[in-house]
């Protein structure tokens, strides 16, 4: 417990001491070219971020909806995520993430009615974060309540509670035994991390070990079962097999969408490389973290369990961003988000730049086979969705857990009743702010308020 303690505090400082968010001039103009390329690649609706408006585009890009409706789903769905995680997490953190970067953008984008004012407006949404948000983040760090301090007390639930999602993972697809040998196994490396390898993120191995056993069970599954379709095939009698799978391929209305969309991305191939070349070259930068753990670990300089942590993640996106790229023919802005690792791991820009292009034309040249090769792995499809599930699981017990140790950090019983209240008023009321969201956007409502309290000489701030 007491290397626990130690591993805490010590990150909890560098956190602290680098929280803010001083950019270069050089990361100034990436930030702000990348987002004026965001806005104009989504008003061309070639991609979007947010994976849940993706799958409208395909009725705009054929023009069965409008735009300004297309613009309202996106809004609608991408809107609490901006205000309510992407700011609170860069301006505890002092990390840029997507929320707060890509999701604007593809409002921005949909929204603008002329191809050249998409740019323009990215362009300024890059120039509002990077200039806006820290004079933002140096008037709160100015205020009595500094409730912006207390918001890095998330960090440690964040990074610790998200080890447990390959756990939650197998749990839930392989049942409660297997569940149970992957959180004991977790456990132990968890601990012998801390014992032997202080200097590493804890959780790394721990996912890592995790991750694999969910890929290799799924597989072992698939395997077993195609191996059980093959007898039943050959006791049917091959020939008839093999007419019947020609016929069904003939008659799949799906696969000529498939190749449909998966030609239309490959037409605007340079594009996407410039947008490949742009996301690596952000992450390389170390000022950009593609999650919630990650923003923390690229905060606390743990470059290399960040990419761990965000290649993992990789595993549960892949499926979903591939067939929904092929089903609406837009694609992500982030790609299979492999650029994000492979972005903190570069030696330099000029290497990002080359490695984040080459990544973005294998996948985009890459789709069509992938989806073909989902198709026969149905387990490992769903392994991507219950990884994603599991994330969203342990995540929003992370932030709810962390948002109340803010509170209290920041106005102690006080603090607590007030944040948790917004937040199971916002349960109440139907969750008008997604659920991801609610605890950090609460803490910054709650920190404002304990200030206005202050100046009415009704509270009196924590002391340090």
């Not at 990884?387 to 950090?409: K, Y």
Request: charge should be neutral; include cysteine; aromatic fraction near 8%.
């Amino acid at each position: 417990m007491s290397d626990l303690a130690s591993t805490v505090g010590t990150t909890g400082t560098q956190l602290a001491a680098g929280a803010g968010l001083n950019l270069s001039l050089p990361q100034q103009l990436t930030v702000i070219v990348l987002c004026a390329l965001t806005a104009f690649i989504s008003h061309m609706a070639l991609a979007v971020f947010n994976d849940g408006v993706r799958p409208f585009m395909l009725d705009f890009i054929h023009g069965r909806t409008t735009r300004s409706a297309t613009t309202a789903v996106s809004f609608g769905l991408s809107a609490g995520f901006i205000f309510g995680l992407g700011a609170p997490m860069a301006l505890s953190s002092g990390v840029l993430n997507p929320w707060l970067l890509f999701l604007p953008t593809d409002i921005l984008g949909l929204l603008s009615p002329k191809k050249w004012l998409a740019p323009l407006l990215g362009a300024g949404w890059g120039a509002v974060v990077v200039f806006g948000l820290n004079g933002a983040n140096e008037v709160a760090h100015d205020l009595p309540v500094d409730f912006l301090t207390a918001m890095q007390q998330m960090s440690t639930p964040i990074l610790f509670l998200f080890t447990l999602f390959p756990v939650l993972a197998i749990t839930k697809q392989f049942g409660r035994v297997w569940g149970a040998v992957a959180g004991v196994v977790e456990l132990v490396l968890v601990v012998a991390t801390m014992k032997l390898w202080p200097d590493m993120f804890a959780g790394a191995l721990a996912m890592a070990v995790g991750v694999l056993m969910l890929i290799g069970l799924a597989v072992r599954r698939d395997l077993a079962q195609r191996k059980a379709d093959r007898a039943a095939e050959a006791a049917r009698g091959e020939t008839v097999a093999d007419q019947d799978s020609a016929q069904a391929a003939e008659d799949d209305p799906m696969a000529s969408l498939f190749s449909a969309s998966a030609t239309r991305l490959r037409r605007h191939l340079p594009l996407f490389m410039l947008l490949g070349a742009g996301v690596c070259l952000l992450a390389q930068m170390h000022i950009f973290g593609g999650g919630e753990a990650t923003s923390f670990l690229i905060a606390k300089g743990h470059i290399s369990e960040a990419a761990q942590v965000d290649f993992y993640r990789v595993f549960g996106f892949i499926p979903l961003i591939a067939t929904t790229a092929l089903a609406s023919g837009a694609y992500g802005i982030a790609g299979f988000t492999l650029v994000y690792p492979i972005g903190y791991l570069m030696p330099n820009p000029v290497l990002a730049v080359i490695v984040g292009a080459a990544v973005f034309a294998l996948e985009v040249l890459a789709l069509s086979y992938i989806g073909k090769v989902l198709g026969k792995l149905p387990s490992v499809r769903d392994s991507s969705e219950h990884l994603r599930n599991a994330i969203t699981d342990s995540l929003h017990l992370a932030i709810l857990f962390g948002s109340l140790m803010a509170a209290n950090a920041m106005g102690a019983g006080l603090g607590i009743l007030i944040v948790g209240g917004l937040y199971l008023l916002n349960e109440a009321m139907g969750r008008p702010v997604v659920r991801m969201a609610a605890a950090p956007a609460a803490v910054i409502v709650g920190g404002i308020l304990l200030n206005v309290l202050y100046w009415l000489d009704l509270f009196t701030p924590v002391k340090g």
